[in-house]
């Protein structure tokens, strides 16, 4: 299995900040990077697939980059509905794994 | 829009097998244009990928979990459904069945269901 590894694993930040989680990858998953968010109680939500298009309905504030290994989710700046934890999830190859987790935290 | 809904037994014994449907509502599981995904989380941890199923039948199943899972599909009901056998504490989670983007193999989970607890306890 390709193993993903986020960082930071917890991230405390103020409204109006930018944000930069990253995921690396064990191997090259070309561009088939997909970032998701959840709050307590709900089913994670889509923000990002194949590394930088972004999902419907989801704000512009967030964006996403990288390729091969190294990837970034970028949150321009922070509102507070923002407050979440976020997942990498790698889809080049079944079975399709998922990052640790990073729990973005209010200052 | 598509809307996906778990149900099942909350609470199922260690050694039996858990059951659960997926209802899907807003779209038809046989336009053949999505995989149906099973995705779990323990209490607390973060996410597994379990499994898909394309309308046709066709299966993939996570290699960790693969000897006891079986996902199957039925189009009349606009159904599919999860199976789990021998089930021991380290299969508590919240079970969520999810529709991918496409059928590529490449596409995520972009529509969830709202997650269902199963807890296996005696």
């Known amino acids: 299995d390709i193993q993903m590894t986020q960082s930071p694993s917890s991230l405390s930040a103020s409204v109006g900040d930018r944000v930069t989680i990253t995921c690396r990858a064990s191997q090259s998953i070309s561009s088939y990077l997909n970032w998701y968010q959840q709050k307590p109680g709900k089913a994670p939500k889509l923000l990002i697939y194949?590394?930088?298009s972004l999902q419907s309905g989801v704000p512009s504030r967030f964006s996403g980059s990288g390729s091969g290994t190294d990837f970034t989710l970028t949150i321009s700046s922070l509102q507070p509905e923002d407050f979440a934890t976020y997942y990498c999830?790698?889809?080049?190859?079944?079975?399709?794994?998922f990052g640790q987790g990073t729990k973005l935290e209010i200052k | 829009q598509v809307q996906l809904q778990e149900s099942g037994p909350g609470l199922v014994k260690p050694s039996q097998t858990l059951s659960l449907t997926c209802t899907v509502s807003g779209g038809s599981i046989s336009s053949g244009d999505y995989y149906w995904s099973w995705i779990r989380q323990p209490p607390g941890k973060g996410l597994e990928w379990i499994g898909y199923?394309?309308?046709?039948?066709?299966?993939y199943y996570n290699p960790s979990l693969k000897s006891r899972v079986t996902i199957s599909v039925d189009t009349s009901k606009n159904q599919f459904s999860l199976k789990l056998s021998s089930v021991t504490a380290a299969d508590t989670a919240v079970y969520y069945c999810a529709r991918d983007r496409g059928y590529s193999g490449y596409d995520p989970p972009d529509y969830w269901g709202q997650g269902t607890l199963v807890t296996v306890s005696s």
């Open positions: 194949v590394a930088s």
């Open positions: 199923i394309y309308y046709s039948g066709s299966t």
């Open positions: 999830q790698q889809s080049y190859s079944t079975p399709g794994t």
